[in-house]
């Protein structure tokens, strides 16, 4: 890929830049903008002569083709030459020869980007406060140049030609640092401009995901001019009859946060709205079955694969979800679910799948083998620190007889309603399976069985008559901006690696942190994030076990644990003295209550003489004497809280028999503890019947008690 990409860099860097300047000027439907596409592609060839400088139709032809990859016929040419001529841009010297007279008016790229780069400057303050336009004036050529990085992947490809996808970016982040390191900056403004210049890629800042359409669009109408006689104007939609999804549209479909999810949720979308019905086979659903038990697979035991444990899909989309693990695996097995109820994607009817296409399936099944490894072994060439892998059987008999399936279909459409131009296709991001398709079965069916899914929102966008609205201009754009600038993927914390590994051992997932604390309390911690540096899950997993087995690891739990469990408790102390610092303030305010009542009722016990232990024990204001003082107390002024302390005091005091006084006590205490509940009922009872010898001491009480009841 690398390769490739700096190969093509290279030879179009210059012509592309032009395309998309071009691309500003071809705006608008095709039936309407074909005479200004053709006129633009002059000009555009134009631009490369000097004024008074010699020209000829057929010199334009060649400029043309180099420039833009479109083949204008000559008779194009010379109608768009004649127009010229009589507005003065050039002269006709005769026998198909011309003179330049004024250079061609065609937008610089400034001028074209100038209202992105006004809305990243707001967006750039709010990130960036110290941003000074003077002195940080090379930040604007740097966002130029990684706009223009995005636009000549879409220029370099013919974006009509159904055909290998080698637009997407793997690690746009990485290409902006390099872009940054080539200018010096001298604050920290360089060290914060390329977090700030990939968020603002990654966000939907309207003014951003406008351009990128219009310019994609425009691109679009500049392929679409060469392909007039190829493929005639046609209601496209109509044309297709279904798809049928590979495994790879699919799970994107399942999983949020995979940078094809928006250019597959953006074509699910407009085939809804177009009526093109979408199926999967029996054995892609097989397949993704398999993917999610791969999955749950990797989340169970420390044994992954080897390479990243992110290269899985499902199991990164789970890390970036935040969801639980069981609520993500729910999730995971409700996928047919989900995707017929938002997008109508059901398995093919049993009908239409009866037969394959025995010869194309024998054949495909025999070619993909030897076409991924003849793939494999030649990036193993390029990079030495590639891993050689080779795809399992399951996935050549899968992909063959899909392909079987839909060559089966075209051969006979008296299966489907009627003979259609262009479909059903087989819709994948496999670049090996449109490889096939493009060198072995394109040779018999101009169209062939397959289709990449840029290709087919590339047809949606130039032959449906169907217009695309604001809604539509906006997913377009996010799904080309996610599919082509793409984040390598944030390498695995020790946090992140934590949480798999308590769901991989059955831990929990709620004690993650206690893993945490051993990893970081662990001599091999050094190594563990080494390998998670380097995405080595396998060898990740196998430090991980060896931390586990180390001599030392019952240490390590409990320094860990007591670590965890001495935060919490610190918190628990905090939480506990607050409590505890209430408890008191409403203590202390019923004791001075409590204590201004005694003086109050003994102030009035001093008028009266009393001299039997027990007086005046009943009536409506009953009163308890101990020891013959009249330390009286009225009980219907008794607070709620205290006449369990009170009634225990008093049994306490007064009932010398150890045995009945330790029965009543704690039968005290129950009523204590069920107060404001349906026990309280049986306590009370209990108590009474108990104290029923000393009803004379517990009757002041009563009433009270009797209240809770």
Same mark, same amino acid.
């Given at each position: 890929?690398? $390769?490739?990409?700096?190969?093509?860099?290279?030879?179009?860097?210059?012509?592309?830049?032009? !395309?998309?300047?071009?691309?500003?000027?071809?705006?608008?439907?095709? !039936?309407?903008?074909?005479?200004?596409?053709?006129?633009?592609?002059?000009?555009?060839?134009?631009?490369?002569?000097?004024?008074?400088?010699?020209?000829?139709?057929?010199?334009?032809?060649?400029?043309?083709?180099?420039?833009?990859?479109?083949?204008?016929?000559?008779?194009?040419?010379?109608?768009?030459?004649?127009?010229?001529?009589?507005?003065?841009?050039?002269?006709?010297?005769?026998?198909?020869?011309?003179?330049?007279?004024?250079?061609?008016?065609?937008?610089?790229?400034?001028?074209?980007?100038?209202?992105?780069?006004?809305?990243?400057?707001?967006?750039?303050?709010?990130?960036?406060?110290?941003?000074?336009?003077?002195?940080?004036?090379?930040?604007?050529?740097?966002?130029?140049?990684?706009?223009?990085?995005?636009?000549?992947?879409?220029?370099?490809?013919? !974006?009509?030609?159904?055909?290998?996808?080698?637009?997407?970016?793997?690690?746009?982040?990485?290409?902006?640092?390099?872009?940054?390191?080539?200018?010096?900056?001298?604050?920290?403004?360089?060290?914060?401009?390329?977090?700030?210049? #990939?968020?603002?890629?990654?966000?939907?800042?309207?003014?951003?995901?406008?351009?990128?359409?219009?310019?994609?669009?425009?691109?679009?109408?500049?392929?679409?001019?060469?392909?007039?006689?190829?493929?005639?104007?046609? =209601?496209?939609?109509?044309?297709?009859?279904?798809?049928?999804?590979?495994?790879?549209?699919?799970?994107?479909?399942?999983?949020?946060? =995979?940078?094809?999810?928006?250019?597959? #949720?953006?074509?699910?979308?407009?085939?809804?709205?177009?009526?093109?019905?979408?199926?999967?086979?029996?054995?892609?659903?097989?397949?993704?079955?398999?993917?999610?038990?791969?999955?749950?697979?990797?989340?169970?035991?420390?044994?992954?694969?080897?390479?990243?444990?992110?290269?899985?899909?499902?199991?990164?989309?789970?890390?970036?979800?935040?969801?639980?693990?069981?609520?993500?695996? +729910?999730?995971? =097995?409700?996928?047919?679910?989900?995707?017929? =109820?938002?997008?109508?994607?059901?398995?093919?009817?049993?009908?239409?799948?009866?037969?394959?296409?025995?010869?194309?399936?024998?054949?495909?099944?025999?070619?993909?083998?030897?076409?991924?490894?003849?793939?494999?072994?030649?990036?193993?060439?390029?990079?030495?620190?590639?891993?050689?892998?080779?795809?399992?059987?399951?996935?050549?008999?899968?992909?063959?007889?899909?392909?079987?399936?839909?060559?089966?279909?075209?051969?006979?459409?008296?299966?489907?309603?009627?003979?259609?131009?262009?479909?059903?296709? #087989?819709? $994948?991001?496999?670049?090996?399976?449109? #490889?096939?398709?493009?060198?072995?079965?394109?040779?018999?069916?101009?169209?062939?069985?397959?289709?990449?899914?840029?290709?087919?929102?590339?047809?949606?966008?130039?032959?449906?008559?169907?217009?695309?609205?604001?809604?539509?201009?906006?997913?377009?754009?996010?799904?080309?901006?996610?599919?082509?600038?793409?984040?390598?993927?944030?390498?695995?914390?020790?946090?992140?690696?934590?949480? !798999?590994?308590?769901?991989?051992?059955?831990?929990?997932?709620?004690?993650?942190?206690?893993?945490?604390?051993?990893?970081?309390?662990?001599?091999?911690?050094?190594?563990?994030?080494?390998?998670?540096?380097? &995405?080595?899950?396998?060898?990740?997993?196998?430090?991980?076990?060896?931390?586990?087995?180390?001599?030392?690891?019952?240490?390590?739990?409990?320094?860990?644990?007591?670590?965890?469990?001495?935060?919490?408790?610190?918190?628990?102390?905090?939480?506990?003295?607050?409590?505890?610092?209430?408890? &008191?303030?409403?203590?202390?305010?019923?004791?001075?209550?409590?204590?201004?009542?005694?003086?109050?009722?003994?102030?009035?016990?001093?008028?009266?003489?009393? $001299?039997?232990?027990?007086?005046? +024990?009943?009536?409506?204001?009953?009163?308890?004497?101990?020891?013959?003082?009249?330390?009286?107390?009225?009980?219907?002024?008794?607070?709620?809280?205290?006449?369990?302390?009170?009634?225990?005091?008093?049994?306490?005091?007064?009932?010398?028999?150890?045995?009945?006084?330790?029965?009543?006590?704690?039968?005290?205490?129950?009523?204590?503890?069920?107060?404001?509940?349906?026990?309280?009922?049986?306590?009370?009872?209990?108590?009474?019947?108990?104290?029923?010898?000393?009803?004379?001491?517990?009757?002041?009480?009563?009433?009270?008690?009797?209240?809770?009841?």
């Amino acid at each position: 890929m690398s $390769t490739y990409k700096s190969i093509n860099e290279q030879s179009y860097s210059i012509d592309s830049e032009l !395309l998309v300047r071009l691309s500003a000027i071809t705006k608008g439907e095709l !039936l309407e903008r074909r005479k200004d596409i053709r006129r633009s592609l002059v000009l555009a060839a134009l631009d490369n002569y000097n004024i008074n400088e010699i020209v000829n139709s057929e010199e334009l032809t060649i400029q043309i083709k180099q420039i833009t990859k479109c083949k204008l016929i000559p008779e194009d040419i010379i109608t768009v030459l004649n127009e010229l001529e009589n507005n003065g841009t050039i002269e006709h010297l005769g026998q198909l020869k011309y003179k330049l007279k004024i250079k061609p008016s065609i937008p610089n790229f400034e001028q074209i980007v100038q209202p992105v780069w006004n809305e990243f400057q707001v967006f750039l303050k709010d990130f960036i406060s110290e941003y000074d336009p003077e002195l940080h004036n090379n930040a604007e050529r740097i966002f130029e140049s990684l706009l223009m990085k995005i636009l000549t992947r879409f220029s370099v490809s013919e !974006l009509l030609e159904n055909q290998l996808d080698t637009v997407p970016i793997e690690n746009f982040e990485y290409i902006i640092s390099k872009e940054v390191d080539t200018v010096f900056f001298h604050d920290n403004f360089g060290k914060k401009y390329p977090d700030v210049l #990939f968020k603002y890629f990654c966000s939907n800042s309207p003014k951003l995901l406008d351009f990128i359409f219009e310019s994609y669009y425009g691109l679009i109408n500049i392929d679409l001019v060469s392909r007039e006689q190829e493929l005639p104007l046609i =209601d496209f939609c109509d044309e297709i009859e279904f798809l049928l999804l590979d495994t790879n549209f699919i799970i994107p479909l399942i999983c949020n946060t =995979d940078p094809k999810n928006p250019l597959s #949720f953006a074509l699910v979308k407009q085939c809804k709205k177009y009526n093109i019905p979408l199926y999967f086979t029996q054995k892609t659903k097989e397949e993704i079955w398999r993917s999610i038990k791969n999955a749950k697979s990797d989340m169970k035991g420390l044994h992954s694969r080897k390479g990243s444990i992110t290269n899985n899909q499902i199991v990164a989309d789970f890390i970036n979800s935040k969801k639980r693990w069981s609520e993500y695996s +729910i999730y995971l =097995d409700s996928w047919e679910i989900i995707i017929k =109820d938002k997008w109508n994607i059901v398995q093919i009817h049993p009908e239409m799948s009866a037969n394959i296409d025995e010869y194309i399936y024998g054949d495909i099944k025999g070619i993909l083998p030897i076409a991924d490894r003849f793939r494999f072994e030649s990036r193993a060439e390029r990079d030495v620190d590639y891993h050689f892998h080779l795809r399992n059987e399951n996935a050549y008999e899968h992909d063959a007889y899909c392909i079987g399936l839909i060559g089966y279909l075209k051969k006979n459409p008296s299966t489907v309603n009627k003979p259609k131009t262009l479909g059903p296709w #087989f819709l $994948t991001y496999d670049n090996l399976i449109s #490889f096939v398709n493009a060198t072995y079965i394109r040779k018999d069916d101009e169209f062939g069985y397959v289709i990449q899914p840029r290709a087919l929102l590339n047809y949606f966008l130039a032959y449906s008559k169907i217009q695309f609205d604001v809604e539509d201009k906006e997913t377009v754009a996010i799904a080309l901006l996610r599919f082509t600038a793409r984040s390598k993927g944030s390498k695995l914390t020790i946090e992140e690696y934590s949480r !798999l590994v308590s769901i991989k051992i059955d831990f929990g997932e709620e004690n993650s942190e206690i893993i945490k604390e051993i990893f970081l309390k662990s001599p091999l911690l050094e190594e563990l994030e080494k390998v998670l540096y380097l &995405e080595d899950g396998e060898e990740a997993d196998l430090v991980a076990y060896d931390i586990f087995s180390h001599p030392g690891i019952q240490d390590l739990i409990k320094e860990a644990t007591y670590s965890k469990k001495d935060k919490e408790q610190n918190q628990q102390t905090i939480e506990r003295l607050k409590n505890a610092l209430k408890r &008191e303030r409403d203590e202390l305010s019923k004791e001075k209550e409590r204590v201004k009542r005694l003086e109050i009722d003994m102030k009035s016990s001093q008028m009266v003489a009393q $001299t039997s232990v027990i007086n005046n +024990i009943y009536g409506e204001r009953s009163k308890i004497n101990i020891d013959s003082q009249d330390n009286s107390i009225s009980f219907t002024e008794i607070n709620n809280e205290i006449i369990f302390d009170d009634l225990r005091a008093i049994i306490e005091k007064s009932i010398p028999d150890i045995n009945k006084k330790m029965e009543l006590e704690e039968q005290i205490e129950e009523m204590k503890n069920t107060r404001k509940t349906d026990k309280f009922k049986e306590s009370y009872k209990n108590f009474i019947s108990s104290a029923s010898d000393h009803m004379a001491l517990i009757a002041p009480f009563i009433p009270t008690l009797a209240s809770f009841l």
